[in-house]
Every structure is written in C-alpha cells, then in structure tokens.
C-alpha cells in the first residue's frame, strides 16, 4: 500500500513538473511525459481500476476523431511527413494520463508556479530593457519575444491559466483564498502591463462571465462591481500607452485604421488565406493534403500583397503561418476538419457550462484559437492537451488525496 501511494505522488509531482518546465524548455517534458507513459503501465495494479468514463464524452471523442481523421488523411496522401501532425499524439497522451492523477490541487498549483516563473523571467528582461532605453516594450519587433524571454501571446496565455488556476484555489480553500486573489490581480496586471492582447480580452470576458452568471448576488451589486472594473480597466488602458497603439487607439480613427492595415500580420495573413480558400483548385471538403504546401502559397501572398518589401521579406523567411487555429483547420483539413473542431469546442463548453473555471478555460482557449495556430507547435498541443483533460475529468478539490487502491 505505501509504495503504491508513494508511486502515486510522484505521478502527480512528475506532472506538475511537466507544466512547470513546460514554458521554459522543449525537451524536458518530453521527457517528463516518457516517465509518467511508464509509471502508468508499470503501476498497473493501480491503473487497472482508474475510471476512464470521462474520455468517453462526446467532446473527447469529437477532437480523437479529428486527430485520427488527420493521421488517416496523411498516410493516404502520402504526406505524413510534410505535416506536424506527429505532436496531436499528445492529445491522446495526457488526458489519459491526466485520469492516475490523484490529487488534481497540485496540478493548480503546478500552474499558478508556472505562471510566476514566466511572469518573474519577463519582468527581469523588462526591467533590463527600461533601464538600457527609458520605456517598457517597443510597438513591434522580434526585439519584445527576447526581451520578455517567450512569444507575448504564449506568455500571456500561460498568466491567463495560472489566474484562472488561482481563483480555483481561492475559491475552495478559504484559508488561503486573499493570497491567490491578489496572485491573480498581479497576473492580471502584468498581462496589461505587457499588452498581451488577446489575454487582456479574455480576462475582461471572463470577468463578465463571473458577473453576469456565476456571481451570486444581487443584480444592483453585479452591476456596481460591472462598473468599478469597466473603470479600473479603462483608466490603465488610458495609462499604457504600449497597449493603447497595440489596440491601435492612439491618434484619430483614420490614423487608426493606417496603422493596423499597415502593422497588423493577422490583417495580411488571413487575406492571403482567403484568396487561398477562394482558388478554384481548393478543396473545400477536405482542404490541402500538405502543410508545406499552405505555407509555400501563403509565402506567395505576402509578396504578392505587400507594399513594403522589407515586410514582405520578413513574412517570408519567417513563414508566418495563419495565425487562426479555425483558419488553419479549414485550409489543411476542409468542412470536415473544421466542423470536428467546432463540435470539440462547442460539446466541451456544453459540459462544463456549470462550471465557471471550466468555462473560463474554455473560453480562454477559443479565443486564443482565434489569434493563434496553437496546434502549430509543441507548447500550444501541450495546453490544449491540458485544458481537454481538466475540463473533461470531474475532481474534488476539498477532498483529501484519493488512493486508487481503497
């Protein structure tokens, strides 16, 4: 009994560690994970009795069904190799591992160490950077990733996890509910602090979500509460000007508009994609069999579309991808594709509805789908890996550590 509970918790300590390391190596979760595959067929007593109900929801089964769609269609295309599609086997992986975790607090906790370390790291560069130029981040530039130690929108999204992990424990220990609250309101801060776009948006939606359906109060005060955060929000809005121009706020609506059409990728990404879709040679039930294939036409795009050549060079070495997970979906895989992944998204917000931080994760990862190809490489498949498998299995945080074995 004891070595089977000391096999359990380090489990559970050796998944923790995966989301810590996560931001800040590509090798060592992978290796991480290859211990946890072996403790979990080598435990197999303990195993054998895990409850694997869970991966049976329609969700799960919807996002498998779309992974196994996309193996099936390269091998017939002969693509297999063009594609990255290796990387989903972690869709599979981790929520199946996720099912031996006994003791779902620490992944939490694992989340909100993993939000500190990369919000302490960004902060030490953004100090450096302040003191070397006398400002906090320039308007654009590969210059921010390396002065903030990862990709902002990455960064941001990791914080947006760690705060959502943070009201989680907050909310069911009350002993130490004020510290992960004022965690999350300096995670909060520090995401408008590095202008984190979509982050920032989603933290605002979020925040309406928990005033208009999770807060249980009168509507008087839900809406005294709607109006002293649309406050505190638009008045640090008015002082950082870094997120002013990245929401391109500064100057009249005309200067505005110049701007994003003329610093905005996304604006040039997607229009090149669009004219992709609109060939007549694009398949639209099933898409382009080959990754290689998208990026090569979209490299043709960004020549062809802009203006501003030293621009257009960066896209192009760069390779730039979509940008849009739906985007993406829609070009590599077609109706087909893209309706698996809406169903995926649609059914998971479904089951966890009554649930505001499970909500809350969902929320947070269709907006980033949104503005991020998260499927695109190893960190992204990691984190939608790990928010299919906490929204998909049902825990108790309040109860003590359960053993698989009682």
Same mark, same amino acid.
């Given at each position: 009994?004891?070595?089977?509970?000391?096999?359990?918790?380090?489990?559970?300590?050796?998944?923790?560690?995966?989301?810590?390391?996560?931001?800040?190596?590509?090798?060592?979760?992978?290796?991480?994970?290859?211990?946890?595959?072996?403790?979990?067929?080598?435990?197999?007593?303990?195993?054998?009795? *895990?409850?694997?109900?869970?991966?049976?929801?329609? =969700?799960? +089964?919807? %996002?498998?069904?779309?992974? @196994?769609?996309? !193996? $099936? #269609?390269?091998?017939?295309?002969?693509?297999?190799?063009?594609?990255?599609?290796?990387?989903?086997?972690?869709?599979?992986?981790?929520?199946?591992?996720?099912?031996?975790?006994?003791?779902?607090?620490?992944?939490?906790?694992?989340?909100?160490?993993?939000?500190?370390?990369?919000?302490?790291?960004?902060?030490?560069?953004?100090?450096?950077?302040?003191?070397?130029?006398?400002?906090?981040?320039?308007?654009?530039?590969?210059?921010?990733?390396?002065?903030?130690?990862?990709?902002?929108?990455?960064?941001?999204?990791?914080?947006?996890?760690?705060?959502?992990?943070?009201?989680?424990?907050?909310?069911?220990?009350?002993?130490?509910?004020?510290?992960?609250?004022?965690?999350?309101?300096?995670?909060?801060?520090?995401?408008? *602090?590095?202008?984190?776009?979509?982050?920032?948006? =989603?933290? +605002?939606? %979020?925040?309406?979500?928990? @005033?208009?359906? !999770? $807060? #249980?109060?009168?509507?008087?005060?839900?809406?005294?509460?709607?109006?002293?955060?649309?406050?505190?929000?638009?008045?640090?809005?008015?002082?950082?000007?870094?997120?002013?121009?990245?929401?391109?706020?500064?100057?009249?609506?005309?200067?505005?508009?110049?701007?994003?059409?003329?610093?905005?990728?996304?604006?040039?990404?997607?229009?090149?994609?669009?004219?992709?879709?609109?060939?007549?040679?694009?398949?639209?039930?099933?898409?382009?069999?080959?990754?290689?294939?998208?990026?090569?036409?979209?490299?043709?795009?960004?020549?062809?579309?802009?203006?501003?050549?030293?621009?257009?060079?960066?896209?192009?070495?760069?390779?730039?991808?979509?940008?849009?997970?739906?985007?993406?979906?829609?070009?590599?895989?077609?109706? *087909?594709?893209?309706?698996?992944?809406?169903?995926?998204?649609?059914?998971?917000?479904?089951?966890?509805?009554?649930?505001?931080?499970?909500?809350?994760?969902?929320?947070?990862?269709?907006?980033?789908?949104?503005?991020?190809?998260?499927?695109?490489?190893?960190?992204?498949?990691?984190?939608?890996?790990?928010?299919?498998?906490?929204?998909?299995?049902?825990?108790?945080?309040?109860?003590?550590?359960?053993?698989?074995?009682?």
């Amino acid at each position: 009994m004891n070595s089977n509970i000391t096999i359990n918790k380090v489990f559970d300590y050796l998944f923790c560690l995966m989301i810590i390391v996560l931001p800040l190596s590509f090798a060592y979760p992978n290796i991480i994970l290859l211990l946890l595959v072996f403790i979990f067929f080598f435990d197999f007593k303990s195993t054998k009795k *895990i409850d694997f109900s869970p991966l049976k929801k329609p =969700s799960v +089964i919807s %996002i498998w069904v779309l992974i @196994l769609y996309w !193996y $099936l #269609k390269d091998i017939i295309s002969g693509h297999l190799l063009d594609n990255k599609h290796s990387l989903f086997i972690l869709i599979f992986i981790v929520p199946l591992l996720f099912l031996k975790i006994q003791n779902q607090t620490r992944i939490y906790v694992a989340f909100v160490v993993s939000g500190f370390i990369v919000a302490l790291n960004a902060s030490i560069g953004l100090i450096e950077y302040y003191i070397a130029n006398h400002q906090l981040l320039p308007f654009e530039g590969t210059v921010i990733n390396q002065i903030l130690k990862m990709e902002r929108p990455y960064l941001g999204f990791i914080c947006l996890i760690a705060i959502i992990s943070a009201l989680n424990l907050g909310f069911h220990f009350k002993k130490h509910a004020w510290p992960m609250y004022a965690y999350a309101l300096l995670m909060g801060t520090f995401i408008f *602090i590095i202008s984190a776009r979509i982050s920032s948006i =989603s933290l +605002i939606v %979020i925040l309406l979500f928990y @005033l208009v359906f !999770y $807060l #249980k109060t009168s509507l008087k005060n839900k809406f005294t509460f709607g109006v002293i955060a649309l406050i505190a929000i638009i008045s640090f809005i008015a002082m950082n000007k870094n997120f002013r121009e990245r929401l391109y706020l500064n100057g009249d609506t005309a200067e505005a508009i110049s701007k994003l059409k003329s610093y905005e990728p996304r604006l040039v990404i997607w229009s090149c994609a669009k004219e992709i879709i609109q060939n007549p040679d694009f398949n639209h039930w099933f898409g382009i069999n080959s990754e290689k294939k998208i990026e090569e036409l979209l490299v043709l795009g960004y020549d062809k579309k802009l203006t501003n050549k030293y621009r257009a060079q960066y896209y192009m070495d760069v390779k730039l991808n979509t940008h849009n997970q739906f985007i993406a979906t829609y070009l590599n895989s077609g109706i *087909i594709g893209l309706l698996l992944l809406i169903s995926f998204l649609v059914f998971q917000f479904i089951s966890s509805k009554k649930d505001f931080i499970k909500t809350a994760m969902i929320v947070s990862l269709i907006l980033f789908l949104l503005v991020e190809n998260v499927l695109y490489r190893q960190n992204g498949v990691y984190l939608f890996a790990l928010i299919i498998a906490i929204t998909t299995v049902n825990f108790d945080l309040t109860k003590k550590e359960i053993i698989s074995q009682h």
